[in-house]
């Protein structure tokens, strides 16, 4: 079975720009994650879905947005992008949202804005 | 914000030694979980230890959970050029089941 998938694998954009990720989760999975991962750093949570709905929001501002599709493809969207938002997103799978439900990532989207 | 914090930053170790790492974090949990990353990549779980748990073992991996003192440790044994990699905890929050992270060990196993 294929894993979470990611797409595209790298991005460049300038200051300002939009950008779209896109994920594909695990078949069967029925919730994903986002989450951002600055260079040496952890990977911080941005949004959880659940049967297409906002199950969970982190702190980041509204210029980061995310829907997720009858077919539990999510995308997260970015708008006038800056240059702190260079990171690598990471989606993750699971499937619910629950307690002790493992989540499997996807191989990430790194983005680097110039 | 993080809640988990790694220790060591970075640890360096021969081939076949032991390598164990800490992790401390802030708030109450439901679990805590070891995750694996490999040069900026996706990352793989490793293990899930639960708040009622105090110690879990999976294959080389060994992880204790001490709630009273809110830190974890995970121990890799007998370590191999493959474990190369950064490790990271993460903790579920009892109220919303996200997962927060640390800031990772960076882990180098030398031939």
């Known amino acids: 079975d294929a894993g979470v998938t990611q797409s595209p694998t790298h991005l460049i954009k300038t200051r300002g720009q939009h950008v779209t990720l896109r994920c594909s989760p695990i078949s069967g999975h029925k919730s994903v994650s986002w989450y951002q991962q600055v260079l040496g750093q952890g990977p911080q949570f941005i949004f959880q879905y659940y049967e297409k709905e906002e199950r969970g929001r982190g702190n980041f501002p509204d210029r980061f947005s995310a829907r997720q599709f009858p077919n539990y493809s999510s995308e997260l969207n970015v708008n006038a992008l800056l240059l702190g938002d260079s990171a690598l997103y990471l989606c993750?799978?699971?499937?619910?949202?629950?307690?002790?439900?493992?989540?499997?990532f996807g191989p990430g989207t790194r983005l680097t804005v110039l | 914000s993080q809640q988990g914090e790694e220790d060591p930053q970075a640890l360096s170790i021969q081939e076949g030694e032991n390598a164990t790492m800490n992790c401390s974090y802030k708030t109450s949990i439901n679990n805590l979980q070891w995750y694996r990353q490999n040069s900026g990549r996706g990352l793989v779980h490793l293990i899930l230890?639960?708040?009622n748990e105090r110690e879990k073992h999976s294959g080389r991996l060994r992880v204790t959970l001490d709630t009273s003192k809110k830190s974890s440790s995970l121990l890799i044994t007998a370590s191999r050029a493959a474990d190369t990699a950064s490790y990271f905890c993460a903790t579920e929050k009892d109220s919303n089941y996200q997962l927060i992270w640390g800031a990772g060990t960076k882990l180098i196993i030398k031939p």
């Open positions: 230890i639960r708040s």
């Open positions: 993750a799978s699971s499937l619910v949202v629950g307690r002790y439900n493992e989540q499997f």
